[in-house]
């Protein structure tokens, strides 16, 4: 199973970007899908998240800014980011929790970097 992660690019502050992650292989359901962010000297964190009913949570840094959504059938989880800060700065990594022909496992992206100028 790989995930292939896209979308990442530079924009001003206040602008908007939308990051997608898609997986490929013998995957056979999805449970949770999610992005993390690593920002320069600090620790990856959780930006948001999504489980196989559509249950939503995010960080709160985030929270009313940033929309996550996914497409289980497609097996693609989705980060729209709105009203973007310089603080938003960071390498964007997406995960799929899901059962492939090993069973569950965790998979990752490889990082898509967003970067907000003041």
């Known amino acids: 199973v790989q995930l292939q992660a896209s979308g990442g690019g530079l924009v001003q502050a206040g602008g908007s970007l939308r990051l997608s992650c898609a997986a490929s292989?013998?995957?056979?359901?999805?449970?949770?899908m999610g992005w993390y962010r690593q920002a320069p000297g600090k620790q990856r964190e959780l930006v948001a998240r999504i489980t196989n009913s559509g249950a939503t949570n995010y960080a709160d840094s985030v929270k009313g800014r940033f929309t996550i959504s996914g497409d289980n059938a497609k097996h693609t989880v989705f980060l729209q980011l709105d009203g973007l800060k310089p603080e938003d700065t960071a390498v964007y990594y997406c995960?799929?929790?899901?059962?492939?022909?090993?069973?569950?496992?965790?998979?990752w992206g490889q990082g898509t970097l967003v970067t907000v100028s003041s």
């Open positions: 995960y799929q929790r899901l059962r492939s022909d090993l069973g569950y496992s965790n998979y």
């Open positions: 292989g013998p995957i056979f359901s999805i449970n949770t």
